[in-house]
């Protein structure tokens, strides 16, 4: 199993698509929190920065980006199936289940890294600038503190998930399509529009997961994490199950 | 004759084993078997309760024409699609149930079987890191299909030939005991196909076994010891291919109203002949002349004469062509 999770990051490391996602990422987290900062406290901004509410609006500002995240996932699966891989993948590893394992460990892995460099990417350009503003930020407070980590949290169980929808379909360009319509579309509109259902989706769950009741549309933080964890196990357990009995040819 | 025509119940096609005593000896070390293997995608039945075995050092050539099973066979073969009936093991195991498969089973499924922005070097390492294997196990496969050079360039740059031996090295990375191959000489350049012969022989040399399908007899005809012939996911024939050599020799058809007595006339002249209905004869390995004479000698009426000139592909074609069928065509998907 082990070796199974080190190949599959090695897979990742030896292509460039996964250094042009992780660059995208870092690249959205560091436009999310400029945006975040320069429009504060106007009309169409957050908060102001001298509220917790304006400064944990900047924390989060980058949450959007694990959708790559969700993106990278879709790839780890899908990708085997679109290049043919996964003939060599399962010849060494007939027992699919310990592949599937080690593909949603190494997308948490992966996940969880970007979801951290994201973070520090958010901290290093709000932090000497709110600090220009006389606004001091303590990271470790538990207003900070928790918007990172569940924003840490969020990207790693897209990751996750990601790799539940790469397994369910098997056409890698369809995945990634139907996996971003949903969530930006579809999804989006619900929490925007229809609170009732759009807290319960994925997206709804993620952003609870760093809003901290700021918006009482959503679900409280534990239970955004809670569901948002239902999903990943859901998307889990469907993609094994699948994967196990399909005819790889 | 040595071999003994059966008839299979549910097929009309004659299913003709080989020399019973030398199947008897492969059965006791066979690397590979293949018992009643029925693979069916919804109405269509792609693979027939298909049975065959592969013999310790030997290169059995596994052939049919396009669409017969044979990828489908090889892919259930290695666990990757669910038979809908019969079981196959390698090395006396199903292939799920072997202990670290690499190390005992390579395979070459399809030329496409790679990422085409990962360095073929990476692919291999991916693959090592992937089985437990030592990385230094990369550089020595590169070396051995020719491709130490070009390791480091991404294999959308390759050509077919190129990904058939980085598909071949990925087989060899575990230093297998038997190689299992789907159609590994297409897209070589003769000079490869040779290289893959003179591989394959000496790989089967060192005491390993080798399975190699091919639509092509030609291809591994020189390379081969025991061919297994399907067809529309039937088995054709398992036989050595010296056997399958002497049923194909030329000879001579004859019809005659005194088919014993010319039996008789060139058995004297030390000419084999079978007697096939009351009427006709065959004379093998003979020319028309030779018959002639010797019927002209023995004052026997001869109605009609035929050389016949079978080759190997011939035959090959004869016994598989009825797959010209469009729904069987579309079965080995």
Not at chain 1, 143 to 156: D, E, R, Y
Request: glycine content about 10%; charged content about 15%; some cysteine.
């Amino acid at each position: 199993m082990k070796n199974l999770i080190h190949a599959e990051l090695l897979k990742l490391r030896t292509t460039r698509m996964i250094y042009g996602l992780a660059l995208a990422a870092l690249a959205f987290a560091a436009i999310s929190a400029i945006s975040a900062i320069s429009t504060a406290g106007r009309s169409g901004g957050g908060p102001a920065l001298s509220t917790a509410a304006g400064i944990r609006n900047v924390m989060s500002a980058g949450l959007p980006g694990g959708i790559l995240a969700l993106v990278i996932g879709i790839l780890i699966m899908a990708g085997e199936f679109r290049h043919n891989t996964a003939t060599s993948t399962f010849l060494i590893s007939p027992h699919r289940g310990r592949v599937v394992g080690a593909k949603f460990a190494a997308s948490a892995l992966v996940g969880g890294a970007l979801a951290l460099l994201s973070s520090a990417v958010t901290l290093a350009v709000a932090l000497p600038w709110l600090a220009t503003k006389h606004v001091h930020v303590d990271i470790f407070s538990r207003n900070v503190g928790l918007v990172l980590l569940g924003g840490i949290a969020a990207m790693t169980i897209y990751a996750t998930v990601g790799v539940g929808v790469g397994s369910l379909i098997r056409n890698q360009t369809a995945a990634v399509a139907i996996a971003l319509a949903w969530v930006l579309g579809v999804e989006n509109l619900l929490v925007s529009f229809a609170h009732e259902i759009g807290r319960w989706t994925a997206l709804g769950a993620a952003a609870a997961l760093t809003n901290q009741q700021t918006n009482s549309d959503l679900l409280p933080m534990w239970g955004g994490a809670l569901l948002f964890v239902a999903y990943g196990l859901a998307f889990a357990a469907a993609g094994t199950r699948f994967t196990m009995r399909r005819d790889v040819s | 004759m040595t071999q003994t025509e059966t008839h299979t119940t549910n097929t009309t096609t004659d299913v003709i084993n080989a020399d019973p005593i030398h199947q008897k000896e492969s059965l006791m070390k066979a690397s590979i078997q293949i018992g009643g293997l029925t693979k069916r995608f919804g109405n269509v039945v792609a693979v027939d309760n298909l049975s065959f075995e592969v013999a310790q050092g030997s290169v059995t050539g596994f052939l049919g024409p396009n669409g017969a099973g044979k990828t489908t066979t090889l892919r259930m073969l290695l666990g990757l699609i669910e038979p809908t009936a019969g079981s196959s093991t390698i090395a006396g195991k199903p292939y799920q149930e072997l202990v670290d498969p690499f190390r005992h089973v390579g395979a070459v499924l399809e030329s496409t079987g790679f990422h085409p922005g990962r360095r073929a070097r990476d692919h291999l390492r991916v693959l090592c890191v992937a089985a437990g294997l030592a990385v230094t196990r990369v550089d020595e496969v590169l070396d051995e299909v020719g491709l130490g050079d070009v390791g480091d360039r991404r294999v959308k740059g390759f050509s077919l030939g190129m990904r058939q031996r980085l598909g071949l090295a990925t087989a060899l990375l575990g230093e297998p005991e038997v190689l299992i191959l789907d159609e590994p000489a297409n897209g070589l350049d003769p000079e490869g196909v040779r290289w893959l012969r003179s591989f394959l022989r000496s790989y089967a040399d060192g005491g390993r076994s080798v399975l190699v399908s091919s639509h092509l007899l030609a291809e591994i005809a020189q390379t081969v010891d025991n061919v297994v012939i399907i067809a529309k996911g039937r088995l054709v024939t398992q036989s050595s291919l010296a056997d399958l050599a002497d049923r194909t020799r030329a000879g001579v058809w004859v019809r005659t109203p005194q088919a014993q007595a010319l039996r008789e006339a060139l058995a004297a002249k030390g000419i084999a002949a079978e007697v096939q209905t009351p009427e006709t004869v065959v004379a093998l390995e003979t020319t028309t002349e030779a018959v002639g004479i010797a019927a002209a000698g023995a004052g026997v009426v001869i109605f009609e004469m035929t050389a016949q000139h079978f080759d190997l592909e011939e035959f090959f074609l004869d016994l598989t062509t009825p797959t010209t069928n469009p729904i069987t065509q579309g079965a080995s998907r």
